[in-house]
């Protein structure tokens, strides 16, 4: 599985920004699409997931009520939309995929097996 991140750039602080990943490759055994940041010298952090069921969206906690998640897994696209951009939400992000995704997995980095190149979102003060 292949993943391509796109929409990252650099805008000041109180934008919105849209970022999109697109899957190719073996893509039918993906159960769920997600997003990851990581800061400069800072640990790669949870976004936001996407179960293939589309039934329930996962958000980290500081992410809640200002990015959503939304997109198809089984049509292999996903997007993140980002309000209210801070400083703060500098970071590269990334798309991951997964085959063997459930319940607090979606949450774990190392339940997804495939990862994008990441895009670079910076905001400005």
């Known amino acids: 599985v292949q993943l391509q991140a796109s929409g990252g750039g650099l805008v000041q602080a109180g934008d919105s920004l849209r970022l999109s990943c697109v899957a190719s490759?073996?893509?039918?055994?993906?159960?769920?699409m997600a997003w990851f940041r990581q800061a400069p010298g800072a640990e790669r952090e949870f976004v936001a997931a996407?179960?293939?069921?589309?039934?329930?969206?996962y958000y980290g906690d500081s992410m809640k009520g200002r990015f959503t998640i939304s997109g198809d897994v089984a049509e292999n696209t996903v997007s993140l939309q980002m309000n209210s951009l801070k400083p703060d939400d500098t970071a590269v992000y990334y798309c991951?995929?997964?085959?063997?995704?459930?319940?607090?997995?979606?949450?774990?980095?190392?339940?997804?097996?495939?990862w994008g190149q990441g895009t670079q979102v910076t905001v400005s003060s």
């Open positions: 490759g073996r893509t039918f055994g993906v159960l769920g």
């Open positions: 991951a995929a997964g085959t063997t995704l459930s319940g607090n997995g979606y949450y774990w980095q190392r339940a997804y097996e495939y």
């Open positions: 996407l179960p293939r069921s589309g039934r329930q969206k």
